[in-house]
C-alpha cells in the first residue's frame, strides 16, 4: 500500500481502475484493488478441503473429552498440542466425507480387544468384548476402574436445519475393574445429544476401552473399535 505524504489530491476515497484511494487518520493511501476470489470448482481440491475440515471435527470430538485427550501422547514439539496429534492420525487414517473408512479415538499401541462389539443403540451406544484376561499387562494394583468412551458420526440428517455430517463424543460410567468376566458398557445420549442422535439414518460410533485408577486418572487406553 502507498502512502501520499504530500496532499496534492486532497481527501480521496474510492477506486479508479485497479487503484483503491483510502483516507486515514488525515492521510491519503493508494493501494491495489483486490481481485475478485474465484469459486473453486476442481473436486479433488474440494474433497481435499471436505477431508480436512471432517479431520478438524474429529479431533474437536475426541480432544473433548479430558479421558480420552488424555490417551494420546503430548509431543516433545511444545508447539504442537494433542490435539494436532489427534487430527492428523485421523487426517492419514480417514477416507473421505462419503467413505469415512475407520476414526482412531485412542492410539494404535493401546491393549487389544477380543471379539469387541460395538452396538448402536436406540438411544446410546453399547460397548461389549470377551473378558480382559490377565495377560495385556494391566496391573491391579494400580488400575481400579473401567470406562468406555469415544465418538458417534452422524450422517443423513432427517431434520432439517442439522449439519450434514456430525460428531458426538460419549463416555459410559465407570465400573469396577474386572478381568475374568466379558465387558459390557453402555452410553446413554440425553438432551440435545439424544435429539441430535436420533435425528440421523446414518450411525457409527468408534470407541475405546480406559483403565482409570484410584483418583479417576488413565492409566492404559485401548486400541479404537468401531460399529
Known sequence: MGHLSKQVFGEVTGAVGHVVFKHRAGDNYIAMRPEKQKICTDPIVLARRAKFALAGKIAKAVNSLALLKSAWPQVADKKLSRFNEIFQANYDLIGSVANIGSISVSPVYGFTLANAQVTDLAGGIQIQT????????IDTGIEKFLVAAGVVLLQGPTVEGLPQTLIIPFKTLQQNLDLINPVNLTAQFMGTELFEYESYATKRAFACLITLND?????????????
Open 130 to 137: 470377551d473378558a480382559l484376561g490377565v495377560n495385556i499387562g
Open 215 to 227: 483418583n479417576g486418572q488413565l492409566v492404559k487406553a485401548s486400541r479404537s473399535v468401531h460399529s
